[in-house]
């Protein structure tokens, strides 16, 4: 399996120019079989990254551009009357894809937003009253401009929890952009995306995945790092952690759920296995704290009028929590 995590990770760099973090981070999202979130301004191969990934990765794959007349429908499928054998067909959407890409998501509307859950959750669709399962794997990627609010609608908080991971995507290198430049100057030559892993093989490397070993203590430390955001809990802390520095009500309204508690341990487990090891490191659930956890924080008022962010909270809290 590890020929083919070589071969998944070569041709993604193979075609995408720098950005490190958001192919590893798509990677992990691929292992652990989580959606993906990208936010950042326009222009950072958030939708270069993601067609590249279902371009290396057998399988079928769609992308819906968001806009705020899309409907429901239009996602999940239809009812088609069939007039010349006079019956009804149900007629699946882009969303039955192995791979979809839900492109500025932020621009659709709540009611087409939420005819994503049951797909990213249930792994199913239900039209006209019938309910479909969805091609295997399955995965989930939506992009979001952060710079634009005229026109958008921001994700409710229980569809971004259905997100495994949240990730901030930010300009190049100037290295990586001057070579963006020079293969300007021949777009012939610009590489294209090649198959280099089959669908079972996808499905294997996260049965891989959820076998890679935790520890009680990395356990216990991912499941520390997730209750110190929860105002109000800190009698649920393992013992070692009692006397924590870091207080949730000081700054969250809302802390993460035990859907992060269980989202962390996977991610941490794919990054594992995309380093090359059978086993999770402290640094592993360090590495996945902000991505898994920060877009589940609700921060109170106090923190938002001081200009802290979710990502700073997730630091913090790093910081405080004892590492095994």
Do not use: W
């Not at 500025?104 to 937003?113: G, L, T």
């Amino acid at each position: 399996m590890s020929g083919a995590l070589e071969r998944l990770g070569a041709e993604l760099r193979r075609v995408v120019v720098g950005q490190e973090q958001l192919l590893d981070g798509l990677l992990v999202g691929l292992l652990g079989g989580g959606h993906v979130l990208l936010e950042g301004a326009p222009g950072l191969a958030k939708t270069l990254a993601a067609r590249t990934l279902a371009g290396c990765v057998g399988g079928s794959f769609s992308r819906i551009q968001m806009t705020p007349d899309l409907l429901p429908s239009d996602l999940v499928g239809y009812q088609a009357y069939i007039a010349s054998e006079q019956r009804l067909e149900v007629r699946l959407g882009p969303v039955a894809a192995n791979l979809v890409l839900a492109d500025e998501v932020n621009r659709a509307p709540a009611k087409v937003q939420s005819a994503l859950l049951e797909a990213m959750q249930e792994q199913q669709v239900t039209v006209a009253g019938q309910t479909f399962a969805l091609p295997q794997p399955y995965m989930v990627i939506a992009t979001q401009n952060p710079l634009e609010q005229q026109g958008t609608y921001p994700l409710p908080e229980a569809q971004k929890d259905r997100f495994l991971l949240q990730l901030t995507v930010d300009y190049p290198r100037r290295a990586d952009e001057r070579l963006m430049l020079e293969r300007l100057d021949d777009p012939e030559s610009v590489p294209q995306p090649r198959c280099v892993v089959s669908a079972e093989e996808v499905l294997e490397l996260r049965r891989a995945a959820t076998r890679v070993h935790v520890d009680g203590r990395v356990r216990d430390y991912a499941l520390d790092l997730v209750v110190a955001t929860r105002p109000g809990q800190e009698s649920e802390l393992s013992e070692r952690q009692r006397g924590l520095s870091f207080r949730a009500d000081e700054m969250l309204e809302h802390g993460a759920s035990p859907r992060a508690s269980l989202g962390l341990l996977r991610a941490s487990r794919a990054l594992a296995l995309l380093r090359g090891r059978d086993f999770v490191l402290p640094e592993d659930v360090q590495a996945m704290a902000e991505p898994v956890l920060a877009h589940r924080l609700t921060l109170n008022v106090a923190a938002e009028s001081r200009g802290v962010t979710a990502e700073t909270v997730v630091r913090q809290v790093l910081e405080a929590v004892a590492v095994p």
